[in-house]
């Protein structure tokens, strides 16, 4: 037997020194086990203890009674504590100490890098000298734990947790409750309202459901329902701006219309129109203007122009 970190391993207590605590045998090879990670009542030299092989603060091979999160070569969603930008991400994995994830496994984007409180999919691995490690887990570690969704997810909101994000759309599992695991789901990027990071949760409408059972996801509400929610936030905007008026048209950039309303242009134009044939707003090249305001304006400049006659 070898004393493997990551591993849950049966020892045999060879002696107590006091301050420190226990030394454990496994007949080759001795560990320690401190004062400090003993759980329930003392033990007695020659006892069998159960305990979880790790690294300590100073890289030294230790025992703990504590139970992780998560063991070598398993699978588990860990909380991001810290974030050290040179290092990595460090996760509670239920002992004193955290659980590094390296840097080279997060995103190159770092809009895309968890933060502190976000949740990762992760497994246990030993680093090149042996310490462990956090990997994310991907596709090839996660795919045989989901389920197919069901055609009665169609068009509902559900939550999960963000996996992986790329330019082109972030993957998510979808929380599977009672259920299972979950759901594997990909939210493209022009269903997203914003960047999401790795280990971020997240609220999202169940799009489609493929014959794989995975789902396509979006962040917004379905169009008919987008399009009046889209005119009121417009409509709202346009009432706080002065004259009612504002530089935004259907000729305006789409990454102008993401950033002002963090919308889609086409969901923009589809708001828009729906303000125009209910003769709420009108556009003028590439400004739009509330109707009420526009009808002021034309009728104080008409009366400007009587009362200019007038005085000739």
């Not at 049966?10 to 107590?16: F, P, S």
């Not at 790790?54 to 025992?63: G, V």
């Not at 895309?112 to 956090?134: C, N, Q, S, W």
Request: charged residues 30%; aromatic residues 8%.
């Amino acid at each position: 037997m070898t004393l493997t970190a990551g591993t849950r391993q049966t020892l045999r207590i060879a002696r107590e020194v006091s301050p420190y605590g226990y030394f454990l045998s496994d007949g080759e090879s001795e560990v320690l086990l401190h004062y400090t990670e003993l759980i329930g009542s003392k033990p007695h030299v020659g006892d069998e203890v159960d305990v979880f092989i790790y690294y300590d603060s100073e890289d030294r091979i230790a025992a703990t009674m504590k139970k992780p999160l998560l063991q070598l070569g398993e699978l588990a969603r860990l909380r991001v504590v810290d974030v050290h930008p040179k290092l990595g991400c460090f996760l509670e994995m239920g002992l004193g100490r955290h659980l590094l994830l390296p840097l080279s496994e997060l995103p190159e984007s770092i809009p895309y890098r968890p933060l502190p409180g976000d949740e990762v999919f992760v497994t246990m691995r030993h680093d090149k000298i042996g310490r462990l490690v956090a990997k994310i887990a991907f596709e090839e570690e996660l795919s045989p734990l989901v389920f197919q969704a069901p055609e009665t997810w169609k068009n509902s909101w559900v939550e999960g947790w963000v996996t992986k994000s790329l330019q082109m759309g972030s993957f998510v599992i979808v929380d599977g409750g009672v259920v299972g695991f979950g759901v594997y789901g990909l939210i493209p990027s022009s269903e997203r309202t914003k960047p999401l990071r790795l280990g971020e949760r997240v609220r999202a409408r169940v799009t489609f459901i493929r014959e794989d059972g995975r789902v396509n996801l979006s962040m917004t509400e379905r169009k008919e329902v987008g399009r009046v929610e889209d005119a009121d936030r417009i409509l709202a905007f346009l009432k706080e701006r002065p004259g009612g008026a504002m530089p935004y048209s259907d000729e305006t950039e789409a990454d102008l219309i993401k950033k002002r309303f963090g919308i889609s242009k086409s969901a923009f134009k589809r708001a828009i129109g729906k303000l125009m044939r209910d003769g709420i707003v009108t556009q003028k090249g590439s400004w739009t203007y509330l109707a009420a305001a526009q009808e002021g304006a034309s009728a104080e400049a008409a009366e400007a122009d009587d009362k200019g006659a007038e005085s000739k």
